[in-house]
């Protein structure tokens, strides 16, 4: 896929910051608590913005949603630990992975196929990652081993990497039909 033009670029941007604000942040309301789109995003960021100070914008976007939330509405504290350094990592195993399949990406279905079987790849592993790092750095269990952590993957990992599945999904199916539409009114022109 091409790269996009920038007013594009800043539009999805800004579009997926709003994403991510309004599922990582659930103080919207009972009507907007949906699961947390930040891992689907991540990935889709690399795949369609793809630029480094992105990346970097976005994992700031996320620590001060994170701030905030801790800070100001009353969201608990559970999570942020030692281990909470290491979701820079885990989001740029997602990042990275969209950004390197970013050119193969050309709206066929096989490009979508491949798209998907990159994102299951990299949620997997960005899952090992950030629960990993939350089960061994974050002082939460007393004695972690590796045959405990094992039964927690299999317990929340598939959770995981349903979720930003879905989104991922979700989002091309979004980008297959605005394709087809834009393709459509491409023809009727130029007939």
């Known amino acids: 896929m091409k790269p996009l033009s920038r007013p ?4 999805l941007a800004a579009s997926f910051a709003l994403v991510m604000i309004g599922t990582r942040f659930h103080h919207f309301g009972d009507w907007l608590h ?12 690399g795949l369609y913005l793809r ?15 994170d701030w905030y939330s801790v800070s100001y509405a009353g969201v608990s504290a559970f999570c942020i630990t030692l281990a909470y350094s290491f979701l820079p990592l885990a989001y740029a195993v997602l990042w990275y992975a969209g950004r390197a399949i970013a050119p193969r990406f050309d709206g066929s279905l096989r490009s979508h196929v491949i798209v998907f079987a990159t994102l299951l790849a990299s949620a997997s592993l960005s899952y090992v990652v950030s629960g990993g790092s939350f089960y061994f750095l974050g002082g939460r269990y ?4 590796l045959a405990d952590y094992g039964v ?3 317990t929340w990992g598939p959770r995981f990497v349903r979720t930003t599945a879905c989104y991922v999904a979700v ?3 979004a980008h297959a039909v605005i394709a087809r539409v834009f393709r ?4 009727a022109a130029h007939a």
Do not use: I, T
Not at 8 to 11: D, G, I, R, Y
Not at 184 to 187: E, K, L, N
């Open 8 to 11: 594009l670029s800043v539009a």
């Open 34 to 45: 949906l699961p947390d789109a930040s891992m689907a995003l991540f990935f889709l960021g």
């Open 51 to 65: 630029r480094h100070m992105a990346f970097v914008g976005f994992v700031v976007l996320a620590v001060l949603v």
């Open 142 to 145: 007393a004695e972690p081993n």
């Open 152 to 154: 927690r993957l299999m």
């Open 171 to 173: 989002a091309q199916v």
């Open 184 to 187: 459509v009114r491409d023809d």
